[in-house]
């Protein structure tokens, strides 16, 4: 099994910056992709940003330029920095990860806990 724990999220107001933090744990040989997804009520779970293992990135329209989306190979780590925070940046924030347990094993889905992020006055 493999755990994902998340960490970073807040209040924070408007204009401001949070950084988000998951590490993967558990039986782990490879991990594929890493990202975040986020919910908010009455939405459906979006994707924010995603990150390969090679270092591509691709982000959700409404946060680029703000939003910035790293990983620690080694440490099986992925950051998801905020910055310019607006009102409806508001939700939970979900770590994804796609990883193999095993050589021969299918690379499987794998979620965080989810952390709050609000952005408020």
């Known amino acids: 099994q493999v755990q994902l724990v998340e960490s970073g999220g807040g209040l924070v107001q408007p204009g401001g910056s949070l950084r988000l933090s998951c590490a993967a744990s558990?039986?782990?040989?490879?991990?594929?992709?890493m990202g975040w997804f986020r919910q908010a009520p009455g939405n459906q779970r979006e994707l924010v940003a995603t990150?390969?293992?090679?270092?591509?990135?691709n982000y959700l329209d409404p946060v680029k330029g703000r939003f910035t989306i790293s990983r620690d190979n080694a440490k099986n780590t992925v950051l998801l920095q905020m910055n310019s925070l607006k009102p409806e940046d508001t939700a939970v924030y979900y770590c994804?990860?796609?990883?193999?347990?095993?050589?021969?094993?299918?690379?499987?889905?794998?979620w965080g806990q989810g952390t709050q992020v609000t952005v408020s006055s």
């Open positions: 558990g039986s782990i040989f490879r991990i594929n992709a």
């Open positions: 994804n990860a796609v990883v193999k347990s095993t050589a021969s094993d299918p690379y499987t889905n794998y």
């Open positions: 990150i390969t293992s090679g270092g591509s990135t």
